[in-house]
């Protein structure tokens, strides 16, 4: 009797433990998708939502959704080619038998990434100021050049600041995966490479870079995820208001669309097509990355 | 061999000055915000912050007396809901999320593959792309402008739950069978033996749910409509008028907002480290 009551106790205990996930990914992630599908293709005004067919997506591709796109993919492709190599060099460099000294100087690295969007663009309003006494323009005009109105001056500008403010929050924390990532490279291979008489710099593309390749291949698709949906650091500068737009992004238009203008279908197709771009750009950038062949 | 190590030397040198030369470079912000916080906030504004206004020579505690009694006292009620918020976040999403990585982690059942799969392709769906269903839902529960609206869609991670399945996996399975022939049922295997072991993972967990918490934006900038229900971020994001008129506050309330995430990365900057970790490993 005892045995069998544990034994069904047994049974069906996994799907009490699952249960929690099953619901909410049917309530905050299966019913979202499947909403915004659906409100893609309506006018949803309150008290009376119909469906409107494609005109949604035959609407949006207007002048703001071709800066939003441009914004995204510049801001993603500057942030991965500098967020890639700049911390995988770094993450060799603090990957030496030095342990504390290189453990101060990842914390130091990482100290940015714990503060929040809305504390760093504070600060870089302030370094970034357009007074020529503002710490930046200050160099800047001692190096002979002239002070630059960094948040409203321009597009070239604008991406400056989100790509700068990105590099300063998430440098640390691509040290710690690249520096994790390092520390499963089993150290018998460069012993082996010492015996082969091997340089540093072939000892960094014959063993060090194949071998996180798997890291970097991660940090790259979060890079993309994270890129594409960048907001944040764009509201914070301009408040989703930017002079011709030079700091709108994707998910900046969702929210403008949605929440201020009130067109939420509008807004879901922009959404679909969204979700769209980052899997058409996450699957080429891992098939450039030789991630679906088969190892041999 | 001497002279080997001689001509290491000076590159291992280059390398240390390269590394200093950037650490400061990466502190000079957090450095230039706490001087900043001690000045009067008019001159910030007009100027930015200058090298002149980076000398530590100026002390005034205006601006941290202005935290408390500025905008009758707002401050610290953003204060206040942020501890709140993100002790609960913490608490159920680790509550939850442990719950469910243990079950993933050590049963062998049949939709066990599926939904591991489940979880990894929830990961990689933006919540920023759902916010939009994710407010009418808000809506049709009535919990906008509430606590549990601005928790309930992060209280299952999807991350949380692979950090503990991974975890999970590890756990020897005679502890188990030894609770089981002790006569405790499934859950309080997990309760008091299992949940004990995953100490670490529970560690690493609490800090980045609370992290996320603490510096959460757009959600809360959706779900938030009044000045009593505000975050310490969304209020922050309150004074950042065009006008500048509250910078005063502004500064300080960023430097204060920061310290309680900086001192706990000090003291458990291992589980900070390890809870990163996790996900560069998997590749």
Known sequence: MKQSLFQSSMRRAPYVFVLPFIISVLVFYLYPIIATIVMSFQDVVPGETRFIGTANYQKMFSEDFSKALGNSFKYTAFTILILIPVPVILAVMLNTHRRRTNAAYRAVLFLPSLVSVVVAGTIFRLMFAYSPRAVINAVIVALGGRATDWVLGGAAQAMFLMVMIAVWRWTGVNIVYFLSGLQSIPSELYEAADMD??????????????LLKPTIIFVTTISIFGGFAMFEESFIFWQGQSPNNVGLTMVGLIYKKGFQTGSMGLASAIGIVLMVVIFIVSVIALRSFGFFKRES | MALLTKRLRAPEAAKYVLLAMLAILFLFPIYSLILASFRPGRDLMRYGITFASLAPDFFSGNNYAALLTGH??????????????????????????????????????????????????????????????????????????????????????????FFFRQYAVGIPKDFLDAGRIDGLNEYAIFLRISAPLMTPAFGAMAILVAQQSWNNFLWPLIVVRTGNMFTLTIGLNSLLTPYGNNYDMLIAGSCVASVPIIIVFFFFQKYFISGLSAGGIKG
């Open chain 2, 72 to 161: 009758s006292g707002a401050y610290p009620v953003w204060y206040r809901n942020s501890l709140l918020l993100a002790f609960f976040q913490t608490v159920f999403t680790l509550g939850f999320s442990s719950f469910v990585g243990y079950g993933l982690g050590v049963y062998q059942f049949r939709a066990r593959n599926a939904l591991t799969l489940l979880v990894l392709f929830i990961m990689i769906v933006p919540l920023q792309i759902l916010i939009l269903p994710l407010y009418k839902l808000m809506t049709t529960l009535h919990t906008m402008n509430t606590f549990p609206g601005i928790l309930l869609p992060f209280i299952v991670s999807p991350f949380a739950i």
């Open chain 1, 197 to 210: 008489g091997a340089r540093p710099l072939r000892r960094l593309f014959s063993i060090t870079l194949p």
